[in-house]
């Protein structure tokens, strides 16, 4: 059984910055997207990386966020600068056992975390 666990949930200004991490046990190959869904709000796509380090952004988040993953320690990462008072949601980390995915789509992951909730003052 995958089981995700997102830890950095915090507050912080606009302009500041944010590291999340998300911790895998129970398989030893994936796939991971970030994904975050703010009240009301449709869950959306941020960011993935595969198990080669190719990394996917939503545009909305280019050259602000960086994905990285830590293999010897089962763990991705979300760096997250710049933040904007839209960025605030619950973000979600997903992974998915299979190289045949659409990054962006949230149905193509088949574990998720329990979220953790990034707030952005502005």
């Known amino acids: 059984q995958v089981r995700l666990v997102e830890s950095g949930e915090g507050l912080v200004q606009a302009g500041g910055s944010l590291r999340l991490s998300c911790e895998a046990s129970?398989?030893?190959?994936?796939?991971y997207g970030w994904f975050r869904q703010a009240p009301g709000k449709e869950r959306e796509f941020v960011s993935a990386?595969?198990?080669?380090?190719?990394?996917y952004y939503a545009d909305s988040v280019k050259g602000r966020f960086t994905i990285s993953r830590d293999n010897t320690k089962n763990s991705v990462y979300l760096q997250m600068n710049d933040l904007k008072p839209e960025d605030a949601a619950v973000y979600y980390c997903?992974?998915?056992?299979?190289?045949?995915?659409?990054?962006?789509?949230?149905?193509?992951?088949?574990?998720w975390g329990q979220g953790t909730q990034v707030t952005v003052s502005s």
């Open positions: 129970g398989r030893s190959f994936s796939n």
């Open positions: 990386i595969k198990w080669n380090r190719e990394t």
């Open positions: 997903a992974s998915t056992g299979t190289d045949h995915w659409y990054q962006d789509r949230w149905d193509s992951y088949d574990s």
